[in-house]
């Protein structure tokens, strides 16, 4: 599923990407902070940060929301624009981007979907065949998780 390329931006316009040899995939996570962020859940493209060129990115405003992690939004239109991990972590280099703001947002498959146990008790996203972990599971995977 690798070398697609996608672009998207924000609903006012003024921050616009591509994303080059994407893997059409995305995670589904129920965390808090994704929760507050994003208003339900961060259904979240992740891909290394070198695979995508912004325009506007005067525009960027940036929040960090942990200790290893920041999250954006355009300042004109307050669109989510990414989540992406600071410092030095393991995860460094990684960006992920709301699945919604794709110009195009068909033909990705959700492959996990983590805090399961964080989930609202009021939705939940249908179909079957993706990875689940609570957020034990991904903690003891993670350990700087436990600091999100
Ligand atoms: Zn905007
Ligand atoms: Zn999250």
């Given at each position: 599923m690798n070398g697609a390329d996608r672009t998207g931006g924000c609903l006012c316009g003024a921050v616009r990407f591509t994303a080059r040899d994407l893997a059409e995939e995305f995670g589904i996570c129920h965390c808090e902070t994704c929760r507050r962020w994003t208003g339900s859940a961060l259904l979240g493209v992740a891909f290394?940060?070198?695979k995508i060129a912004w325009t506007g990115v005067e525009h960027i405003c940036r929040y960090q929301s942990s200790s290893w992690a920041e999250r954006a939004w355009c300042a004109r239109c307050g669109t989510g624009l990414f989540f992406r991990a600071t410092g030095d972590?393991?995860?460094?280099g990684e960006i992920e981007l709301p699945l919604?703001?794709?110009d195009d947002p068909n033909g990705?498959?959700?492959t996990h979907e983590i805090y399961i146990d964080h989930k609202p008790d009021s939705y939940s996203y249908a179909g079957g065949g993706r990875k689940t972990l609570t957020r034990a599971d991904c903690v003891a995977k993670f350990p700087r998780l436990d600091d999100a």
């Open positions: 290394p940060e070198e972590t393991p995860y460094s919604g703001i794709f990705f498959v959700a």
